[in-house]
């Protein structure tokens, strides 16, 4: 099992930044490559982003793709999402996601069998 805690949401205006965090037990953090996702009001949950195990493959979604982060520090079993530049649009809840160990899920929800319970970030305009 894995357990995640999210932290790091809040209300910040449009063109501002945010850091947000993913903090994981229960695994050898190493073994797992992660996620982040995020669902607006009223629409379906998507991809952000994903990290692999060692930090040096990344994928983002075309919407926040040059504006948004994502790394890891296997030190600290954490994976962060530093969000910049950010728009009305990027206002939703965000979920941090893990991998089973050793799988590749890319950008699949169904290939993450783990999530934490979400952080809420909210871009006034």
């Known amino acids: 099992q894995v357990q995640l805690v999210e932290s790091g949401g809040g209300l910040v205006q449009a063109g501002g930044s945010l850091r947000l965090s993913c903090a994981a037990s229960g695994r050898t953090f190493s073994m797992l490559y992660m996620g982040w996702f995020r669902q607006a009001p009223g629409k379906e949950r998507e991809v952000v982003s994903r990290i692999s195990r060692n930090g040096g493959s990344t994928l983002y979604a075309d919407s926040v793709k040059g504006r948004f982060t994502i790394s890891r520090d296997n030190a600290k079993n954490t994976v962060y999402l530093q969000m910049n530049s950010l728009k009305p649009e990027d206002t939703a809840v965000y979920y941090c996601?893990?991998?089973?160990?050793?799988?590749?899920?890319?950008?699949?929800?169904?290939?993450?069998?783990?999530w934490g319970q979400g952080t809420q970030v909210t871009v006034s305009s």
């Open positions: 996601a893990a991998s089973a160990p050793y799988r590749d899920p890319g950008s699949q929800q169904s290939g993450y069998p783990y």
